[in-house]
C-alpha cells in the first residue's frame, strides 16, 4: 500500500509559478511511474504529466507542455511539478498518482494509488 501527499498549491496570479511537491511511503517508490492528474470544477479528472520509475522518460499533456516539469527524487520518496507562466485555466485541484505498471498505460487514469489533491487558483 502508498501512501501520496501533495503539498505546494495556492493562490498564484497569471504568469506566476508553484512548484507542487508529492510524498510517498509505503512502497518502493523507484519501482512506481508517477502522474499527475488535476480537476477543475464541473470538469473531468484530466491528465497532466507522468515520469518512468527512474525519471528517464516523461510526457506532458499538450495544454502544459513547455510550462510544465515533472521531475522525481527517489531518495526523497517525492516527484515534482513545476508549473511555469501559469494561466486562470490552470485553475484546479491537482493530484499525484503511483503504479507499478508503464506510465503509457495509465494515462487514462488507471492508477492505483491517488493523493488527496492539492488546490492550485490562478487568478487573472
Known amino acids: 500500500q502508498v501512501q501520496l501527499v501533495e503539498s505546494g498549491g495556492g493562490l498564484v496570479q497569471a504568469g506566476g509559478s508553484l512548484r507542487l511537491s508529492c510524498a510517498a511511503s509505503?512502497?518502493?517508490?523507484?519501482?512506481?511511474?508517477m502522474g499527475w492528474f488535476r480537476q477543475a470544477p464541473g470538469k473531468e479528472r484530466e491528465f497532466v504529466a507522468d515520469?518512468?520509475?527512474?525519471?528517464?522518460?516523461?510526457y506532458y499533456a499538450a495544454s502544459v507542455k513547455g510550462r510544465f516539469t515533472i521531475s522525481r527524487d527517489n531518495a526523497k520518496n517525492t516527484v515534482y511539478l513545476q508549473m511555469n507562466s501559469l494561466k486562470p485555466e490552470d485553475t484546479a485541484v491537482y493530484y499525484c498518482?503511483?503504479?507499478?505498471?508503464?506510465?503509457?498505460?495509465?494515462?487514462?487514469?488507471?492508477?492505483?494509488?491517488w493523493g488527496q489533491g492539492t488546490q492550485v487558483t490562478v487568478s487573472s
Open positions: 509505503g512502497g518502493i517508490f523507484s519501482s512506481y511511474a
Open positions: 498518482a503511483a503504479d507499478h505498471r508503464p506510465a503509457p498505460l495509465l494515462r487514462t487514469g488507471l492508477y492505483d494509488y
Open positions: 515520469i518512468s520509475w527512474q525519471g528517464k522518460t516523461t
